[in-house]
């Protein structure tokens, strides 16, 4: 049975929100702020755990998530880009805080969703699970002196992304979107978790992957081209494959061209309001940033769009309008070819492929 989430897709190009942590800046946030009463007492400086705030101040994220739907988001994600394990090992947090965490982030998001459905009727609003790409690598050592070291194994990053997972989907998400990613093994690992607790609990959701080329060279930042990495997780059936972060529009545009070429898939995209300048601060306005994605769903490469890094909920509104005037890209059908990836992809033309040059 198609859910609505699935069937929005199929009728127009659908809006994911922008950035979480600029806004959060904007909000002159406190150690106080992050420690609420639960981490009161907690030993370690917790002020930049952005993910703290859907325990501590869920007043917060859930006035982001509604301010994204009120520019016209679909989709928002949930705050739980760095919701793990191992990635709040760093600030000494784990056990239960874990799926509390995850599930207060799909509380507020979905919240901020009623909210705005409520204001429109027959509006329908949607959740993403946030699954981040992990302070720690599969496929590269920390230690130059060390190249075959590795600071995490891989049963310890499946362990930690089913933790998140199973959170999630009992939060109540409409989909999983495993993002920002730039070690695929890491990624592989998330896509390896999704499949066993969806078995284990009997129930699927859509599964979105959104990938980082992290500058010029076209590249991951563990080696490999867009299409190879594509070809990587090709056998997962994603919902939707995509790019994100590193780069603005501009940057990403011969790279979504290819993926929108290649992917049996939705394409989604949703980069960073430009290159960050001097100061790390991002100066592309919202009308320059649209005009760019305007032009991409004109040449037919999108299905899913929005914003990263230095994105506001005005970038996300003029991204909205823009996208009103476009039809969503068709994914290519009949594809039969063997599709193989190292570093780069190797492409087997099947005999019917071959007929038909």
Not at 13 to 34: C, H, K, N, P, R
Request: hydrophobic letters at 40%; charged letters at 20%; proline letters at 4%.
């Amino acid at each position: 049975m198609t859910t609505d989430f699935e069937q929005l897709f199929k009728e127009r190009i659908v809006i994911i929100d922008g950035a979480m942590g600029s806004l959060i800046q904007t909000y002159g946030l406190e150690e106080v702020d992050f420690r609420g009463d639960r981490f009161k007492e907690h030993h370690r400086d917790l002020k930049g755990n952005n993910d703290l705030l859907s325990l501590t101040r869920p007043d917060i994220i859930e006035e982001i998530h509604g301010r994204y739907f009120a520019a016209g988001a679909d989709v928002v994600e949930t705050n739980t880009f760095s919701t793990t394990s191992i990635a709040q090992a760093d600030y000494e947090l784990s056990g239960s805080v874990i799926t509390d965490l995850n599930i207060a982030a799909v509380q507020c998001a979905r919240r901020a969703a009623n909210a705005a459905q409520e204001k429109t009727p027959g509006r329908k609003c949607f959740v993403a699970g946030a699954i981040g790409p992990l302070n720690r690598t599969l496929s590269m050592s920390p230690d130059v002196n060390r190249p075959e070291y590795r600071a995490v194994t891989w049963n310890q990053v499946v362990a930690a992304y089913e933790e998140q997972i199973r959170a999630l989907l009992q939060g109540g998400v409409d989909a999983l979107l495993v993002e920002t990613i730039f070690d695929t093994l890491n990624s592989k690992a998330a896509l390896f978790a999704i499949e066993g607790v969806f078995e284990e609990l009997g129930r699927r959701v859509p599964v979105m992957i959104s990938v980082t080329i992290t500058d010029a060279s076209g590249r991951t930042l563990s080696g490999q081209t867009i299409t190879a990495f594509y070809d990587s997780v090709r056998h997962a059936k994603p919902f939707s494959v995509g790019i994100n972060c590193a780069l603005g529009g501009a940057e990403m545009r011969p790279y979504i061209q290819e993926l929108a070429r290649v992917a049996e898939c939705y394409v989604s995209c949703y980069p960073n309001a430009g290159l960050p300048n001097a100061f790390g601060g991002y100066d592309e306005t919202p009308d320059e940033m649209a005009a760019v994605l305007v032009d991409f769903a004109a040449q037919g490469w999108l299905n899913l769009v929005g914003g990263c890094c230095g994105s506001t909920p005005e970038h996300i509104a003029a991204i909205a309008q823009g996208m009103k005037q476009h039809a969503a890209r068709k994914s290519p059908s009949g594809v039969h070819d063997m599709r193989l990836s190292g570093l780069e992809s190797l492409v087997v033309a099947s005999p019917s492929s071959v007929r038909s040059v």
